[in-house]
């Protein structure tokens, strides 16, 4: 009996042992999230938090804490050397350490929904889902803004942060910013890189250079020259809290204002001649369809820089500033809203203000004498995919080599209004969403009438007959 109590015993001293981490070989063991422990080298003590945490860790050895993927947390200071905090995400974490013998370990845990409003400046609800423009959160110039990115699963893998900001005169706008990612910085840029982008409200849409930030970031800081006007700021991805201010002084940095002077069709796409302007270092050209699709978000409509030219200010201009817009970017037929703006790329990116603008129809030049092209053979039909978000009105012509392009109109039967695009295929096209020209998707038995006519350069064919496709099915999009 003596016997088999010191063995009853010694498992008991085993097991407490065992708790304080002694002579285990490559044990997992849980450790409480709020409590004091034991650890040592050789074990993984692990984790697991059912909401985003901040983990507050005191002790004197050295550790580090991994996800499932063995991605390393970022630790930050704590109110000591021996104190650091961790803001992560739910889920599981392992800890390991380097120290041989058993080391005492503080763990504190809070639910950042505990504390959300001391960490961000609008509720993560604010955020929405989509990255819309028009969704953009309004900030003032001056006013500090914190937040967690991507820290919960309602926003899960939208890493997009979007802002709107006015100046009411040009101004240098420099942004004073704080990154703190979650993981390192070596296995998981993708959410450990911030890309920041400030984007002008206009017509003719234009980004200026993007800012980009790698892992932990303190009070870094960037500059524009911007005119007058409303603008975006585009912050992600980067997992983790960040803080930024935007601050603002009065410039003259920006360049004037270029003029067109002339804008003309070459075989190799339309010719853009236009004046120098003071403090440039280049010029970027604009260029966007007149019918392009109308939306409730206006950069999605905006012209974009299409070309882009750049010299040294006090270099050699040549006496005719001059672009030409590719014609594998145009349409035969086609007419765009072509403009111009200086570009100074030496202290940010600055912009001038945009020129005004001009009407032009791409024609490819005629070589010689020719005749109009023959009406196009049409077949339309309605594309069923089966109630589901890509459903299409599918449009086939013949193939004629003396086609440079082809305009196609299409309507609900019964209106006398026509939607017109310009294609280059070949031999068909599509009609994907007819809520850009009507206000409404398709629809089961609506029936719409398609017409088709070819263009060699300005030489236009007669319209074909007209074909019905009928809707057979209400897509769910």
């Not at 270029?258 to 190799?268: A, F, G, H």
């Amino acid at each position: 009996m003596k016997r088999r109590g010191y063995l009853i015993g010694a498992v008991a001293a085993g097991a407490l042992l065992f708790s304080l981490n002694t002579n285990v070989q490559a044990a997992t063991v849980p450790i409480s999230d709020n409590a004091t422990s034991y650890v040592r080298k050789g074990n993984q003590y692990r984790f697991y938090f059912k909401a985003p945490t901040r983990l507050t860790v005191a002790t004197k050895a050295k550790y580090k804490i991994l996800n499932t993927s063995n991605w390393k947390c970022i630790p930050y200071k704590g109110k000591n050397k021996n104190t650091k905090v961790f803001y992560l995400r739910s889920g599981h974490y392992n800890l390991t350490t380097k120290s041989g013998k058993n080391v005492k370990i503080k763990t504190s845990a809070t639910r950042i929904t505990k504390i959300r409003n001391k960490l961000e400046t609008f509720s993560h609800k604010t955020y929405p889902l989509e990255t819309r423009f028009t969704s953009a959160i309004p900030i003032k110039i001056g006013q500090t803004v914190t937040g967690m990115t991507d820290m919960y699963h309602t926003e899960k893998l939208n890493t997009m942060n979007r802002y709107k900001f006015t100046l009411d005169k040009d101004q240098k706008v420099t942004m004073n910013m704080s990154v703190q990612p979650v993981y390192e910085n070596s296995r998981s840029n993708i959410f450990n890189n911030n890309d920041i982008q400030i984007v002008q409200d206009t017509d003719y849409g234009y980004a200026l250079n993007p800012w980009k930030t790698k892992g932990t970031l303190k009070n870094g800081k960037y500059s524009w020259n911007l005119e007058k006007g409303t603008y975006y700021l585009e912050k992600g991805s980067a997992r983790g809290r960040f803080s930024f201010k935007l601050t603002s002084e009065d410039t003259n940095a920006l360049p004037s204002t270029p003029k067109l002077t002339k804008v003309s069709s070459t075989e190799d796409g339309i010719k853009v001649d236009y004046t120098k302007a003071d403090n440039a270092t280049g010029y970027g050209i604009y260029g966007s369809s007149l019918r392009r699709y109308r939306s409730n978000d206006p950069l999605l409509d905006a012209a974009s820089m299409i070309g882009h030219s750049n010299f040294t200010p006090d270099g050699n201009y040549p006496d005719v500033l001059t672009q030409t817009i590719s014609k594998n970017r145009l349409i035969n037929g086609e007419t765009y809203d072509i403009a111009v703006r200086a570009v100074n790329d030496e202290e940010g990116r600055s912009f001038s203000p945009v020129s005004a603008n001009q009407k032009f129809t791409y024609y490819i030049p005629l070589k010689g004498s020719h005749e109009k092209p023959k009406t196009p053979t049409l077949k339309v039909s309605y594309y069923n995919d089966h109630g589901s978000d890509e459903p299409y009105i599918n449009i086939e012509w013949d193939v004629n080599p003396e086609a440079d392009s082809y305009e196609i109109q299409y309507r609900l039967k019964g209106s006398s209004k026509w939607a017109t695009f310009f294609s280059k295929a070949r031999s068909g096209d599509i009609v994907d969403d007819p809520t850009n020209d009507f206000g409404q998707d398709f629809k089961k038995d609506q029936i719409y009438e398609v017409r088709v006519r070819a263009l060699h350069s300005n030489l236009i064919s007669d319209w074909s007959g007209v074909k019905t496709a009928r809707v057979d099915v209400t897509p769910n999009r």
